[in-house]
């Protein structure tokens, strides 16, 4: 608020700036959904993978994904706190991409750099571009479906750097 010479406030409305410190957006949708990710992959990588053997698998990763889709009415509620009957949406758009990236880092191919490198380009750019609207539950699922795969192998590297 800027005051004028009678001394009446004069409101500033600079949309700019209201976005530049959207914090709430970014706690949200972007921090929250990758520690969520970092916390379930270290925890995989932890408890799991030592006692499967040599096969490594369902990794960290596929970890971080199931306990997220099993917890993804209470990650909606959380993170999006949109009505709780859309839920199965958010759920939906979470599963759909984790499904996608699960088969990523299944195929061994180019999974670093497609579920890691490619995802965190994405992931840049659709927080940087989604964070501006409203969007509906299927589409908060896909993005933190990108926060949980990239926070979910950092986590999973730490812990294993550290065992």
């Known amino acids: ?9 004069v ?6 700036l209201l976005r530049v410190f959207d914090f709430d957006t970014g706690l949200r949708h972007i ?17 799991v993978m030592p006692n499967i053997g040599e096969i490594n698998l369902p990794n960290p990763i596929h970890g971080a994904f199931l306990i997220s889709i099993l917890l993804s009415p209470v990650l909606y509620r959380v993170l999006v706190g949109d009505e709780m009957s859309r839920w199965k949406e958010y759920t939906l758009g979470l599963t ?15 999974a670093v750099f497609c579920g890691g490198y490619g995802a ?5 750019w659709i927080s940087t571009d989604w964070g501006r609207y ?11 479906a990108f926060a949980i795969d990239l926070g979910a192998f950092a986590g ?5 750097a550290q065992l």
Do not use: C, K
Request: charged content about 10%; overall charge negative.
């Open 31 to 47: 921090i929250a959904p990758a520690l969520l990710g970092a916390v379930f992959g270290g925890f995989w990588q932890y408890s």
């Open 96 to 110: 759909l991409l984790g499904l996608i990236f699960s088969m990523i880092w299944l195929s061994g191919w180019g």
């Open 156 to 160: 999973s590297v730490l812990v294993y």
């Open 134 to 144: 409203d969007l509906p539950p299927f589409r908060y699922g896909l993005w933190h």
């Open 11 to 16: 409101p500033i409305e600079n949309r700019f």
């Open 1 to 9: 608020m800027e005051q004028d010479e009678v001394g009446t406030e």
């Open 120 to 124: 965190l380009l994405v992931w840049v």
